[in-house]
């Protein structure tokens, strides 16, 4: 092939330019990659129809596809761009469901801008829990006739259970807006709304006996945040303030006790409801580059959280004499402060330095109260207090950042992390770390990352409590406050192994030992291992496959004679994932499909050790298959047909719940969960239009 030297190109093209730039006309040009948004006005709206095969509370769990039928396919965007810098966007989705959201900014460029936000959430949690009670949803819970009952086989559960579906949605409300003061100022104001409804499982007992029961939830978050910045060429500073309020709606929740409870027993229970509380802060920053290499920024934060709400009595059961409450709400208060300060230095091209120092701190100020204590509402305890715990954090960090020669990059640093909890069994725990991290090409078709880090916890003196009660076995260490040695390390590599074919390994392993446990937890161990493949099989087809595996283990002692350790307990997790994708146009690119194909699999075993034989519990496990197909066919210039079709199969075995029906234990009226399974099949088609 014939090739043209540069400097007759250079000429041509002096000749072309020199004669015909005047006579072009640029008017129709229009520049498809540049940066700037083009005025005007666009967007898409998508209208449809779909079809759940299947009910399902997992599948439909923050999908809003929980439910067998017909959906409604909406959603779209548009945007408008003036020449005067003013603007508009709308975007909303998945309208037919319990998923929509819709959001809302209009502004003009460099003056202000005011946003809106709306959203929901489901959150499902069972489709396959009976109860006999009645109301549920509300704030009491009764009960039919033919209770109570001695046991639940007594019970007349045949006639009396009902299915009741448990969850609640989540809806978040956003308001915003932000001002541009002239160059370097800026103010903004931001409102959030967070409402959940619905209901959530809970229990509650009379001495020996349970029950599960439907609990109401109506609670309702306000947030506020109100900011003012400052931004010049050397100087960021931001002072704000925010506050977030808590509300729930019923104090407690009543039920009718399903068990004879003679003589001494009560004939209704209370549980009290997550109480209202107030979180307010004012948070100030500021960053400052004393030169182009050095840079420090610092951060200070001071809170308070208070809670106040009304007690509720200590018992509903006449029949017992309890002294009365020292005060009529806990007058609950917490102080936090955290401040943090940064610094950063650059003393040549290949080294950086950073220097960071966090302080965080809660000081709880409750008053300390003595209260009278009701078991199960049918025996008078000892007194209690409660105990306003404390805690200080302070943690420094000291890294470098280093491009050598070529490839090589490297970073170092070191951690120390000390925690002090007053009135707590091990009152300081100091941490200190040591990491690394270095990456480097040995072959410009391979590239190699390598990590690992070491850790080691000491504790103070581990003391016993006196405030707890009964009081703990003195050879007990709990996890967070005990001795620990912490090791981590991973490896990726990268494989151009030809022009259309890149292959991807890691691994990731970490154990940890607490060395001076007797009993508690004894070491845990976690090993990952993963691989990616991706193939250009042609210029309108690319697949790739991927793989993980995980496995996670755990030991840690006991004793059920509160003295030296006499049983051992072992966990052992495995996930594994394996997975297909595939992207593939065709009919000269008119039609777009896209195809992805999961397997997942885990399992989870636990077995205890004891001078006995006892078999081990059973396994539990679980199985997800997927495998999404998604088409787009250009009809026209503005208009596409969208297709998606979705199969779903998940299968679980729980030995802690299968088999338990409500009747199943003499003393527990349950829920009867089962296990989750389904299969589901999702078929939806819409139209998109452009314009």
């Not at 959001?103 to 936000?117: D, I, K, T």
């Not at 509402?377 to 805690?391: E, H, I, K, T, W």
């Amino acid at each position: 092939m014939r090739t043209s030297s540069p400097l007759f190109l250079l000429g041509a093209l002096s000749a072309v330019a020199g004669s015909a730039v005047a006579g072009v006309d640029t008017s129709q040009w229009k520049c498809k990659s540049c940066p700037f948004e083009k005025t005007g006005s666009s967007g898409s709206v998508d209208v449809g129809a779909g079809y759940v095969s299947d009910d399902s509370a997992k599948f439909g769990n923050y999908t809003g596809l929980g439910e067998k039928g017909p959906f409604l396919v909406a959603g779209g965007a548009a945007r408008y761009r003036g020449e005067d810098g003013l603007y508009g966007t709308v975007t909303a989705a998945d309208l037919g469901l319990d998923v929509r959201s819709l959001a809302a900014e209009v502004g003009q460029e460099g003056r202000y801008a005011l946003r809106f936000g709306y959203a929901e959430i489901p959150h499902r949690l069972s489709d396959s829990a009976m109860t006999p009670f009645l109301g549920n949803g509300g704030s009491v819970l009764t009960l039919p006739g033919g209770y109570p009952a001695a046991t639940t086989a007594a019970m007349p559960l045949a006639t009396t259970l009902q299915n009741v579906d448990i969850g609640f949605k989540r809806t978040r409300y956003d308001l915003g807006a932000s001002v541009l003061n002239g160059e370097n100022w800026s103010y903004r104001v931001d409102l959030r709304r967070d409402v959940r409804d619905g209901t959530q499982r809970t229990s509650g007992s009379f001495y020996t006996n349970g029950t599960h029961l439907v609990n109401p939830v109506d609670q309702v978050t306000d947030q506020l945040e109100l900011s003012t910045s400052y931004t010049s060429r050397v100087w960021q500073a931001t002072l704000a303030y925010h506050a977030s309020l808590y509300r729930s709606g019923p104090e407690a929740l009543t039920w009718t006790n399903a068990f004879l409870s003679a003589p001494i027993g009560n004939t209704s229970g209370q549980l009290a409801q997550a109480p209202s509380n107030q979180f307010h802060q004012i948070v100030a920053s500021a960053g400052y580059e004393f030169s182009p290499t050095l840079r420090a920024s610092a951060e200070i934060a001071f809170g308070r959280m208070t809670q106040d709400a009304a007690y509720l009595a200590a018992t509903t059961n006449p029949g017992l004499v309890v002294p009365p409450l020292p005060q009529q709400s806990l007058q609950g208060r917490a102080d936090t402060l955290n401040a943090s300060l940064r610094l950063s230095a650059a003393p040549n091209d290949r080294l950086r330095l950073n220097a960071t120092y966090t302080h965080d701190e809660r000081d709880n100020q409750t008053p300390i109260a003595s209260y009278p204590s009701v078991s199960t509402d049918m025996f008078v305890g000892l007194p209690r207090s409660n105990q306003a715990y404390s805690f200080t954090q302070d943690k420094f960090r000291l890294s470098a950042d280093y491009r050598g020669p070529v490839s090589l990059k490297t970073s170092v640093g070191a951690d120390h992390d000390t925690r002090k909890r007053p009135q707590q069994e091990a009152e300081t725990t100091r941490e200190a770390t040591l990491w690394g991290r270095i990456g480097f090409q040995p072959d410009e078709k391979v590239t190699l990352a390598l990590k690992g880090a070491h850790a080691q916890r000491t504790a103070s003196d581990y003391l016993s409590v006196a405030s707890i009660v009964p009081p703990e076995n003195p050879l007990l260490r709990k996890y967070n406050m005990a001795d620990r040695t912490r090791d981590t390390a991973g490896l990726r590599a990268d494989f151009a192994a030809t022009e259309n074919v890149s292959i991807g390994l890691g691994a990731d392993v970490a154990y940890d030992d607490y060395t001076n446990s007797t009993i508690g937890l004894l070491d845990g161990r976690t090993a990952s291992f993963g691989g990616d493949v991706s193939f250009a099989l042609s210029d309108v087809t690319q697949l790739n496959f991927y793989a993980q595996a995980e496995r996670i283990s755990s030991r840690q002692a006991g004793s059920a004679t509160f003295a030296q350790p006499d049983w051992k307990g072992k966990n052992e997790d495995a996930i594994d994932l394996v997975g297909v994708g595939v992207k593939h146009t065709a009919i000269n690119g008119r039609l777009e499909l896209g195809a992805d194909l999961v397997f997942s699999r885990s399992r989870s075993d636990v077995t205890v050790e004891t001078a006995a034989a006892n078999p081990g519990f059973p396994q539990a496990n679980t199985s997800l298959d997927m495998f999404k197909l998604r088409a787009t066919y250009r009809l026209s210039e503005n208009m596409s047909l969208t297709g998606l079709y979705w199969y779903e199969r998940y299968t679980s075995a729980d030995w802690m719940v299968e088999g338990v029906l409500p009747a199943t234990i003499p003393n527990l009226l349950a829920f009867g969960e089962q296990p989750p399974h389904y299969t589901v099949n999702v078929v939806q088609v819409a139209l998109r239009y452009r314009f």
